[in-house]
């Protein structure tokens, strides 16, 4: 009995969101990125190669994308328009993890996202 109350709460509370004009926008959760992560604008180009403010760069082969909703995507998911990124590079400065920013992220500084700091 519990849990049928449960899963109905969660339904009435879906519902009533939905029919408040609530977005996904609305609940998202801010991001943890780690601190020496770097701020860029990214193209992509022919996989495993992409652009980071204009210079040639090189996905890691277990590299990780994740769109502005939080989700994984593929080299090939990206379209061809330029985007703002968080990004980590490896020891050889493969590019092995890649944020896509939302605007309000990119609006932000990387101070203010306690980011771009040296490796510890």
Known sequence: MPTRRLLLT???TTVAAASLGVS???LAIERP??????????KPDQFP????????RILTPGARIWSTDNLTVTPGQLGPASVAVNYTEDESFYIDRVWILTPDEAAQS???????????
Do not use: C
């Open 33 to 42: 990125f780690p601190t020496f992560a770097k701020r860029g604008v990214m």
């Open 110 to 120: 990387p101070r203010a996202q306690n980011i771009n700091q040296p490796r510890q």
């Open 49 to 56: 190669a992409i652009v980071i403010d204009g210079k040639p």
């Open 24 to 26: 996904n926008g609305a």
């Open 10 to 12: 969660a339904l009435l």
